[in-house]
């Protein structure tokens, strides 16, 4: 089963094209690695499967809805489905760790507050955080920072989560940490998660299903195995991280 699709996507910003006849399938239930050079539009595809942007040509369906036809009330109800776990963090400065966690459970459901506090207690342990929940995003580390995105993300069982980059830039220990919190969200709650990242060894430890973006379209998708195994020079040079290819650099 399909939770997603990107049909034929072309998005500009400005003159600049950067997906061009974009086509990608996201499997319900499954974690699908999307990979690809900095700058290549991996983030414009989380933008467009959470409908924070609209595509110049071509469509974004999510459970066979065009995220087109909304209007806006419907996509405001359409994002509380989707966790988005964003590349810079975006805590707000001027909430605790514990009340950004806890925003998308107190304006989106009707929750007591110790129900509240009871699972964004949860979710902040499960990443590490929970001694953390009374800071300010100003006294966190940049890994914490994103620790904190994670949990605001994950809080309310999304159906999908999107994740930027979710490791980039932090220990290892913490690293291992958050490539089990992806998996483990995804086999419990048969949750769908897409997950941008450059981080390849995670990436073969979590992902079902890897994409590779390259000059505006997916030029490989499949097992972490069969994308191993592409015959493509350029997923080859890119996931072997060498200088010597057909990749501009
Ligand atoms: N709002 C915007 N206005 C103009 N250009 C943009 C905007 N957002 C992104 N871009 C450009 O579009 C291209 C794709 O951006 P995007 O953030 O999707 O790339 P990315 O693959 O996520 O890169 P990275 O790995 O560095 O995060 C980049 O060249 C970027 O400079
Ligand atoms: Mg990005």
Redesign the pocket.
């Known amino acids: 089963m399909k939770l997603a699709r990107i049909e034929g996507v072309t998005l500009r910003?400005?003159e600049?094209v950067?997906l061009q006849n974009c086509s990608l399938d996201i499997e319900e239930g499954a974690i699908t690695c999307l990979i690809?050079?900095?700058?290549?539009?991996?983030?414009?595809?989380?933008?467009l499967l959470n409908g924070l942007r609209q595509p110049d040509a071509g469509r974004v369906m999510v459970r066979g809805v065009d995220l087109s036809n909304l209007r806006d009330r419907q996509l405001i109800d359409f994002r509380r489905k989707i966790g988005f776990s964003f590349?810079f963090g975006a805590l707000f400065d001027s909430l605790t760790v514990g009340d950004n966690v806890a925003m998308p459970l107190r304006e989106h459901t009707k929750m007591s507050k110790s129900e509240i506090d009871r699972i964004v207690l949860e979710t902040l342990d499960t990443v590490g955080l929970a001694n953390a929940r009374d800071q300010m995003p100003s006294q966190l580390s940049g890994g914490m920072v994103k620790r904190a995105g994670f949990a605001r993300a994950v809080v309310s069982n999304p159906d999908l989560v999107l994740y930027?980059?979710p490791t980039t830039g932090l220990d290892p220990v913490i690293t291992h940490v958050l490539t089990d919190t992806i998996k483990r969200l995804r086999k419990q709650l048969n949750g769908t998660a897409v997950v941008?990242s450059?981080d390849l060894e995670s990436i073969y430890a979590m992902a079902d299903y890897v994409a590779m973006?390259f000059e505006g379209a997916i030029i490989a998708y499949g097992t972490v195995a069969e994308v191993q195994q592409s015959a493509n020079p350029i997923v080859q040079q890119f996931i072997q991280g060498s200088e010597v290819g057909p990749i501009p650099i």
């Open positions: 910003y400005g600049r950067i690809g050079l900095s700058g290549s539009g991996k983030s414009t595809i989380l933008r590349q930027d980059e941008v450059h973006l």
